[in-house]
């Protein structure tokens, strides 16, 4: 089971850290991906991690701002927000699939979803 923390009130212009936690011993055999969805839009793909936290992938429109890492010790990955817009203000959610290899932006592609968390940034 997969569970996202870390959400939260914030300010334009601030930071959070989200916290995707795995209850399952072999989380560092999974690669994982962050997706967020807003009210009346479709889930959209912010990075994502291979399994060893060797490779990366963001999409454009958080690049620079947001960054994804892991800690396999704590079955843990993280996404790392900064200057946060209002724009961000959406229901975040960690996704994983069990790989040697790359995520993916494509949400289809994996197979276990945790709940969302919610990021709200005001103005």
């Known amino acids: 089971q997969l569970q996202a923390s870390g959400g939260g009130l914030v300010q334009a212009g601030g930071s959070l850290r989200l916290s995707c936690a795995a209850s399952?011993?072999?989380?560092?055999?999974?690669?994982v991906g962050w997706f967020r969805q807003a009210p009346g839009k479709e889930r959209e793909f912010l990075a994502s991690?291979?399994?060893?936290?060797?490779?990366?992938y963001s999409a454009d429109s958080v690049k620079g701002r947001f960054t994804i890492s892991r800690d396999n010790a704590k079955n843990t990955v993280y996404l790392h927000m900064n200057s946060l817009k209002p724009d961000d203000t959406a229901v975040y959610y960690c996704?994983?699939?069990?790989?040697?290899?790359?995520?993916?932006?494509?949400?289809?592609?994996?197979?276990?979803w945790g709940r969302g968390t919610l990021v709200t940034v005001s103005s």
């Open positions: 996704a994983a699939r069990r790989t040697y290899g790359s995520g993916s932006s494509d949400r289809s592609w994996y197979n276990y």
């Open positions: 399952e011993r072999t989380f560092s055999s999974y690669a």
């Open positions: 991690i291979s399994w060893s936290g060797d490779s990366t």
